[in-house]
Every structure is written in C-alpha cells, then in structure tokens.
C-alpha cells in the first residue's frame, strides 16, 4: 500500500474534473510571462552574488542598482503575480466549472493591461530610466511612465481580480445555500487582501507620485509615502503567501492520498490573515522619525497577531500528514512519517517549502520586535529573511505547483523524468539557499548593508571581515547564488519541458475532497461584507492618526531626484 | 466550530510565546526606555543648512563626557565626515537628509536609523573602546550609494 496514491500512473488515470481549455490558455498565457520573467530575474541574481563578492565587474553599460532592480521586479512582483493569476484562473475553473465568456473576456482584459504595464516599467529598467529598486522610496524619481507602467500593472491585477471574484460570486448566487468550494472561498481571501492592499500604493502613485514626477506638483510628502508604500508592502508579502498556503490545504492532501483536517480552521486562518496583514505596515518603518513609538508599538501587536494564522496553518497541514500517514498503517510517534510520499515532487517541493518556513518565521519575528529591529535593519539579514519565505516557501511551493498545473493545462503527463528533475531541482534550491541566505543573515549581523554594490568602504577593517569569513563570507553567497542560478535554469527546462517536450496524455489538477468537518462550517466565514468591515476598522484604527499627522504635521516636501539613479 | 484539544495546545504555546515576547518588548521600550528612533523634529530638507542645528554640522561638547554630532546626510557622503570622541564619550546623534532617504548605521552597534528628508533622526551611543568606527549609509540613495560613509575615530 505505500505510497499507493502516489505513483504516477495511478495519478494520470484518475481523472475528475479539469480546467476548461479556454480557461486553460488564459492561464498558460500567465504562465509564459512568469517564467520568461523568472529566468531574466534568476540570471540578474547570479551577477548581483558574483558582482558583490568582488568577483566579476558589469559592463559599464550595465548598473548593479539596475540589475538589482529588475531581479525584484522581475521576481518579486512579475514571476509571483502571473504565476499566481495562473494558479488562480485555473483552479477557479477547475473547482467552480468554465468560466463564461463575458467573464473569460474581462480575464484577458486583465492579461492585457498587467501585461502592457509589465512591458512599460520593463523597457524602462532596460533605459536605466528606473533604477529606483522595486520599492521606488521617494523622493528618488524614476521616468514618469515607470510609474504609469506600475499603475497599469495593478489595474490589470484589479481586472484579473475582479475575474475571480465575479466566478466565485456567480456560483454562489447558481448554489444557494451551499458551502463554497475551499479553494474559491481562499481565492476570494487572497484577491480581497490583494484589492484593499492595493489600495494604498494607488494612492501613493496616482495623488502623489505620478503628478510629482510629471512636475505638476513640486514637492512630495516622503513620510507620508513611504507610509503608504508599506501599508502595500505588507500586505504583499502575504498576497504571495496565501496562494502557497491554498495549494498547502486544497491540494497537498490530494497528493499525499488524504484529506485535509479542518475546513472550518482553514477558512479561519485566512480571514485571519485579511483581517490582520494589512495594518501593520510601521514594522517596517521602526527606525525612521516621524512615526511615534505608540503607534509604532501598537501596529507591531497587530503585526504578531498575524503570526497565530501561520500557526494554524502549520498544526492543519502537519495534522493532515499524519492522518494520512496513520491512515496507511503508519504507528509510533512518528513512524507514519515514512508514509509520506518522499520521491513525490509534488509533495517534497513543497514539503521542503514548509520546512524552511520554519528559520524564515522566526526570523520574521526577530525583525518585527521593535527596538531590536536597529540589529538588522536594512542589513542583508533582511535580504536572507525573505529569500527564505518568498524565495523558497512560496517559490518552493509554486514550483511544486508547476509540476501537475503546468502538464494539466497543456495536456501533457507528468513522467517519473520529470519527478526526477523535480527532486533534484529542489535539492538544489535547497542548498544553494542553504550558503547564500545562510551566510546573508550572518554577514547582516556583522553589519553589511542591502542592496550596495560591491564596496570594502576604503578597505575598513569593519567592512573587510565580510570578506574574510569562512562561512560569513560574500563569497559563500555567491557560491549560493551559483548553485541557485543552476536549480533556476533547471526549472526553466522543467516549464519548457512540461510545456512543449513531455509526452501527450492527462495529469490530475489535484484538489482534495472536503474536510470531515466541512459540513458543519459555521456560515459566518462567507460573511464578506462582516470580514471587509472589520479589516476596514482595523486600517482605519491602526493608520488615521498617524497619517493624519503626517498630513497636517508635515515638514516642506522633497523635489524630484532623477540625476542620482544615473 | 470543533478545535481539536492538541490545536487548543499548540495555539495556547503560541498565542502565550506571542505575549511574552510582546510584554518583554513593551517593557523594554516603556518602562526602561529602550525605544526605537523616533525623533519628531522636522526641518526644510531644501534648505537644512539655514536653521540650527545644521547651520554648523559637527560635533559640540554638551559635557564632560557627552557630545552632540551634528550630521547633514547626502548624496554620497556625511557632513562632516569624520569626527574624533575621547573614549568613554556618548554622542548623540541628530541626523538629516539634504536630499534623499539615507541611513546612519555604525556596524556592531545599535545605531541603526533612517534618515529622511524633512525629519531630524537621532540615536546615542557610548564608545567604550577605542578604534575606527565605520559610519555608513545602507538605504539605496543613488548610483554613488556604496561610497557612502564617514568615520567616527575613538581615542585614547
């Protein structure tokens, strides 16, 4: 019986419901982009690690701070965000049926306009006309249209969003009375956070930014938007964090042959995570004036509060294993772990995803404990902190997606070839994260800044220690760095592959069936109108004051900077 | 709505591991003072040098053993950009940006703040040990940002 849920073919000749092939190429359209987007992003981290360890000089046609900027952008918002409408879009159909035409239109609208505004901001990262970094902090003034392409980009987000929101609402209103699929219900969590995030960085760039650098007003309130940045820049962070924790609950207890704990604690944990990932944004601003250190501490509460979800969703997704690990003859304390399907990427991506997210957590909670923020801020502590959780717990688990979402969507199988790549591509990741965000947290301790370009600072003594570690060492991160850029151009093949090369036949959207429990899940979690109210308390609780004094309180405004990006 | 009693378990740990480290942060910062930087004074970023204190950036004896430093961060270095304590000495720090955001950070150290235009940052510091102190800027401020830096010489 081991692993009998798991083998291959079993997996291909179980076939359920499927995503409706029109629905299917408008995710495939997302999936291009993403990983086009996510090798260009992967090669600009291989020269920002071997740039910074002193081992190779750019071109002078080409900046450090401009590469850097196009592996966030690329990265951080690009690969994550059309790799997340992907997942998206398909498992909406998959779960909720085809969507309609009117709608699958309006889904292509939103391809269109996220797409046109990528290609803007893109072009002009390649002119150097943008070289502000993914957090583009005024007052440093990138080229007007960078921020109109920023703009576009969430438009068409919001298009895509509304999408979703339009599929799930329409089956709602077709089945009265029933509970919702867990994947619609955690897709509307997931575009709702994302909706009310985006909310502050349109204000940001549409009242502030955009007039500012078009020169229709002077000056910039620089407080005020960074402020507004970061109650976005939050947020964020969990807009790609949930669609990892959807595929954690819906699909992982498919893989592994089981079914998942709670529905009721599922939905729980992500009104949890809209409710408490927006106003929280001052932790990261600690260390800057102007914010008062009560309202300082107060969202830094609310930032811990958000930790509870994630504690839920690790005693959900680990009570499921050993369910189905005992429910397969596992015994002891922890013997049913040999039942899990370890050979299985499917599972083991994301599975190592998980783990990692257990240093990346804690590392989240050091860097949120207020005055002991001064440690780490701004050091590359920070820069191995999220390349743990978004650069291997979501990556990890997106990829893990890949693997059946992919194949699905492009009728092709998943071969034991693939699994083989898979397997190594993760083991890979793994450890080249293992040296390069390793000896990032360490060298950040010792007090290396983030994103500067290669320096010893007139060869101090202070600075030249990062060079001359064992382990904390630029060097270890670049070796990191390399073996990452080798797992990245792995699954760069892996798309290609299961796009293109992978022998014709079926794979399995895997989606588990319902909770035992699902039954009995109260019908106040599809209460959004209550869980909107109350996140819209909680902003307005956590932000009026202080942006009002920011507001009214402001010193003179900052003029444009656009000399000192090139 | 059913929690299972080892979840109950789990997130009564959790919750309770939250509140401690909340309460040890509280403490710390209200009743023993050990805030982050959070200085509220404001000036004309486009004109800092008009007004005290950054009329005359540098360093002033406030006492025998406390100075204040006055410093005007740009784009790509510190105004002034070295500085000489006696060891023993505290100094303050009162920071601002003539231009763009920056940061103040002395490595192994707990000074570690953001300067922003229009603001006035500040941190203290006492220097037990004597040696080169390396002052840099480690907020993304321009294509000159990894040239940014001043010292802090700490002598005998």
């Known amino acids: 019986?081991?692993?009998?849920?798991?083998?291959?073919?079993?997996?291909?000749?179980?076939?359920?419901?499927?995503?409706?092939?029109?629905?299917?190429?408008?995710?495939?359209?997302?999936?291009?982009?993403?990983?086009?987007?996510?090798?260009?992003?992967?090669?600009?981290?291989?020269?920002?690690?071997?740039?910074?360890?002193?081992?190779?000089?750019?071109?002078?046609?080409?900046?450090?701070?401009?590469?850097?900027?196009?592996?966030?952008?690329?990265?951080?918002?690009?690969?994550?965000?059309?790799?997340?409408?992907?997942?998206?879009?398909?498992?909406?159909?998959?779960?909720?049926?085809?969507?309609?035409?009117?709608?699958?239109?309006?889904?292509?609208?939103?391809?269109?306009?996220?797409?046109?505004?990528?290609?803007?901001?893109?072009?002009?990262?390649?002119?150097?006309?943008?070289?502000?970094?993914?957090?583009?902090?005024?007052?440093?003034?990138?080229?007007?249209?960078?921020?109109?392409?920023?703009?576009?980009?969430?438009?068409?987000?919001?298009?895509?969003?509304?999408?979703?929101?339009?599929?799930?609402?329409?089956?709602?209103?077709?089945?009265?009375?029933?509970?919702?699929?867990?994947?619609?219900?955690?897709?509307?969590?997931?575009?709702?956070?994302?909706?009310?995030?985006?909310?502050?960085?349109?204000?940001?760039?549409?009242?502030?930014?955009?007039?500012?650098?078009?020169?229709?007003?002077?000056?910039?309130?620089?407080?005020?938007?960074?402020?507004?940045?970061?109650?976005?820049?939050?947020?964020?962070?969990?807009?790609?964090?949930?669609?990892?924790?959807?595929?954690?609950?819906?699909?992982?207890?498919?893989?592994?042959?089981?079914?998942?704990?709670?529905?009721?604690?599922?939905?729980?944990?992500?009104?949890?995570?809209?409710?408490?990932?927006?106003?929280?944004?001052?932790?990261?601003?600690?260390?800057?004036?102007?914010?008062?250190?009560?309202?300082?501490?107060?969202?830094?509460?609310?930032?811990?509060?958000?930790?509870?979800?994630?504690?839920?969703?690790?005693?959900?997704?680990?009570g499921t294993f050993e369910q189905t690990g005992r429910a397969k003859g596992g015994t002891g304390i922890l013997y049913w772990l040999h039942k899990l399907p370890w050979k299985d990427v499917r599972f083991f991506a994301p599975f190592m995803g998980m783990i990692i997210f257990i240093p990346a957590g804690a590392g989240g909670i050091i860097n949120a404990s207020f005055q002991m923020n001064a440690v780490i801020h701004n050091t590359l502590w920070v820069v191995g902190h999220f390349h743990l959780t978004v650069g291997s717990t979501v990556l990890l688990t997106f990829f893990g997606i890949s693997y059946w979402l992919i194949p699905h969507l492009t009728g092709r199988k998943f071969t034991p070839f693939l699994n083989r790549l898979g397997m190594v591509q993760t083991w890979l990741w793994a450890i080249g994260m293992f040296f390069m965000s390793g000896a990032m947290h360490l060298i950040g301790l010792l007090g290396a800044p983030r994103r500067t370009a290669y320096t010893t600072y007139q060869n101090h003594p202070d600075a030249l220690v990062w060079f001359e570690g064992i382990f904390t060492n630029y060097v270890t991160i670049a070796i990191g760095g390399v073996i990452l850029f080798v797992a990245a151009v792995m699954m760069f093949y892996n798309f290609i592959y299961m796009t293109w090369l992978a022998p014709k036949g079926d794979t399995e959207f895997p989606i588990s069936e319902p909770a035992e429990d699902a039954s009995e899940t109260p019908k106040v979690f599809e209460n959004w109108k209550l869980w909107i109210g109350i996140a819209i308390v909680l902003i307005l609780f956590a932000y009026t004051i202080p942006i009002y004094d920011m507001i009214v309180n402001a010193p003179p405004g900052s003029p444009t900077f656009d000399f000192l990006i090139k | 709505m059913h929690l299972h009693r080892y979840e109950k378990i789990w997130l009564t740990f959790g919750i309770g591991s939250l509140v401690i480290?909340?309460?040890?942060?509280?403490?710390?910062?209200?009743?023993?003072?050990?805030?982050?930087?959070?200085?509220?004074?404001?000036?004309?970023?486009?004109?800092?040098?008009?007004?005290?204190?950054?009329?005359?950036?540098?360093?002033?004896?406030?006492?025998?053993?406390?100075?204040?430093?006055?410093?005007?961060?740009m784009a790509f270095t510190y105004q002034p950009n070295k500085i000489e304590v006696p060891v023993g000495s505290t100094v303050r720090f009162h920071v601002t940006s003539s231009d763009v955001v920056h940061s103040f950070t002395i490595p192994n150290t707990n000074v570690n703040f953001m300067v922003t235009p229009g603001h006035i940052n500040m941190a203290e510091h006492t220097f037990t040990e004597a040696g080169s102190y390396l002052v840099l800027c480690n907020e993304y401020c321009g294509t000159g940002h990894h040239y940014m830096q001043m010292t802090i010489e700490v002598v005998e």
């Open chain 1, 1 to 318: 019986m081991r692993n009998s849920a798991l083998k291959v073919e079993d997996y291909n000749s179980n076939i359920g419901t499927t995503v409706a092939p029109k629905d299917a190429k408008l995710s495939m359209a997302h999936i291009y982009i993403a990983f086009s987007a996510f090798l260009v992003g992967a090669i600009a981290g291989l020269l920002q690690g071997l740039v910074r360890g002193g081992m190779i000089e750019l071109p002078n046609w080409l900046g450090y701070y401009q590469i850097l900027t196009a592996h966030g952008v690329l990265l951080a918002l690009v690969f994550t965000t059309y790799f997340i409408f992907a997942f998206l879009f398909a498992g909406m159909s998959r779960t909720h049926g085809a969507f309609s035409d009117r709608l699958r239109k309006l889904g292509w609208t939103g391809f269109t306009v996220l797409t046109i505004g990528t290609l803007l901001a893109a072009i002009l990262i390649i002119l150097n006309e943008a070289s502000v970094l993914y957090t583009f902090y005024a007052p440093l003034t990138a080229h007007p249209l960078y921020y109109v392409g920023l703009t576009l980009f969430v438009v068409g987000s919001w298009i895509s969003g509304a999408t979703l929101l339009g599929h799930y609402f329409g089956w709602k209103k077709a089945h009265k009375g029933e509970r919702t699929p867990l994947f619609g219900y955690m897709t509307v969590a997931t575009i709702v956070l994302w909706i009310i995030a985006c909310l502050g960085v349109a204000v940001l760039v549409l009242l502030q930014m955009i007039p500012w650098a078009f020169g229709l007003t002077d000056e910039i309130n620089v407080l005020l938007s960074r402020t507004l940045f970061w109650y976005f820049g939050h947020p964020l962070v969990y807009f790609w964090l949930l669609p990892a924790y959807i595929a954690w609950y819906v699909s992982i207890p498919k893989i592994i042959g089981g079914k998942l704990f709670s529905d009721s604690l599922a939905r729980m944990a992500f009104v949890l995570f809209l409710l408490f990932s927006i106003p929280v944004g001052f932790h990261h601003q600690l260390m800057e004036s102007g914010i008062s250190e009560m309202w300082k501490f107060i969202q830094t509460v609310l930032t811990f509060v958000v930790i509870v979800p994630s504690l839920m969703t690790a005693f959900s997704i680990f």
């Open chain 2, 21 to 73: 480290f909340l309460t040890v942060l509280g403490v710390s910062a209200f009743a023993f003072g050990q805030q982050p930087p959070s200085h509220m004074a404001k000036v004309d970023p486009q004109n800092v040098r008009d007004a005290a204190p950054f009329d005359e950036p540098g360093l002033r004896q406030i006492n025998e053993t406390t100075y204040q430093a006055n410093i005007i961060a």
